[in-house]
C-alpha cells in the first residue's frame, strides 16, 4: 500500500532555510500537501501541489517535487521561532481515494 | 474561513466509562474524519463518513463507535474507555468534488483515560 515518510526532527538556526524532505511510494499520487501543527493546536494546509507541477512558491514557502524520485520538499527561507512546528507531508488522488495518506511528521525546531 | 470545532479541549475519563467526542464543522462539507494522533506515529484514521448516516472504518476502529446524524455533526464514541486509547484526537472535514482533498483541522481534544 502507499507509503509517506518523513524525517523525525529537524533543527536549524534563526535566519537560516529550513528543508523538509518526503518520500511517496505511489506514483499514482494526484496531489501533495504540507500541512502545519503547532503546539496544542489542529493541523493547518499551508500549501499543496499537484502532481503535474515541479515547483511551487508562496512567499517564504518553496515546495519542489521530484516525480521521478517521489521527493517532495518544503523550503522554509528565513525561518523564524513562530515556524517551529511539527509540518506533515501527506498525499492523496491514489486509486481514487480521497483520503490523504499522512506521513508522521517532522518536528522543526528553530533556536536563536 | 471553514471552521471545524471540537467539543473539549482536554478530558479526562476513567476506565470503563463511555466517552463522547463531538465535532461540528459550519462549511457544508460532506466528508468528516476522525484521527487519534500519537507521538512518533503521526495520524492514524479511526472512523471517517462520507454522508449523513454513512460511516466507513479507518485503519484503528476497534474500540471505538461513529455516529453522523446530521451533516455538521461527527460523534466519536468509546464505549468503554481504556488507558491504551489515552491520545489526542482530531477531527476534520473535507468536501467532495472540487478537486484536492484537503482536510480541515479542529483544534483537537486531549484525552487521558486513568
New interface residues.
Given amino acids: 500500500g502507499e507509503d509517506v515518510e518523513q524525517s523525525?526532527f529537524l533543527s536549524v538556526r534563526e535566519g537560516d532555510s529550513s528543508v523538509i524532505n518526503c518520500t511517496y511510494t505511489d506514483s499514482s499520487s494526484t496531489?501533495l500537501?504540507w500541512?502545519k501543527q503547532e503546539p496544542?493546536?489542529?493541523?493547518?494546509?499551508l500549501t499543496?501541489i499537484f502532481s503535474n507541477m515541479d515547483m511551487k512558491q508562496d512567499q517564504r514557502l518553496t515546495v519542489l517535487l521530484n516525480k521521478k524520485d517521489k521527493h517532495l520538499s518544503l523550503r522554509i527561507a528565513d525561518t523564524q521561532t513562530g515556524d517551529s512546528a511539527i509540518y506533515?507531508c501527506a498525499e492523496?488522488?491514489t486509486g481514487g481515494s480521497?483520503?490523504?495518506t499522512?506521513?508522521?511528521?517532522t518536528s522543526l525546531i528553530v533556536h536563536p | 474561513d471553514v471552521k471545524v470545532t471540537q467539543s473539549s479541549r482536554y478530558l479526562v475519563k476513567r476506565t470503563g466509562e463511555k466517552v463522547f467526542l463531538e465535532c461540528v464543522q459550519d462549511m457544508d462539507h460532506e466528508n468528516m474524519f476522525w484521527y487519534r494522533q500519537d507521538p512518533g506515529l503521526g495520524l492514524r484514521l479511526i472512523y471517517f463518513s462520507y454522508d449523513v448516516k454513512m460511516k466507513e472504518k479507518g485503519d484503528i476502529p476497534e474500540g471505538y463507535s461513529v455516529s453522523r446524524e446530521k451533516k455538521e455533526r461527527f460523534s466519536l464514541i468509546l464505549e468503554s474507555a481504556s488507558t491504551n486509547q489515552t491520545s489526542m484526537y482530531l477531527c476534520a472535514s473535507s468536501t467532495a468534488g472540487t478537486g484536492t482533498d484537503t482536510q480541515y483541522f479542529g483544534p483537537g481534544t486531549r484525552l487521558t483515560v486513568l
Fill in positions: 523525525l496531489y500537501y500541512y496544542g493546536a489542529g493541523l493547518q494546509l499543496y506533515f492523496s488522488g480521497y483520503i490523504p499522512f506521513g508522521r511528521g
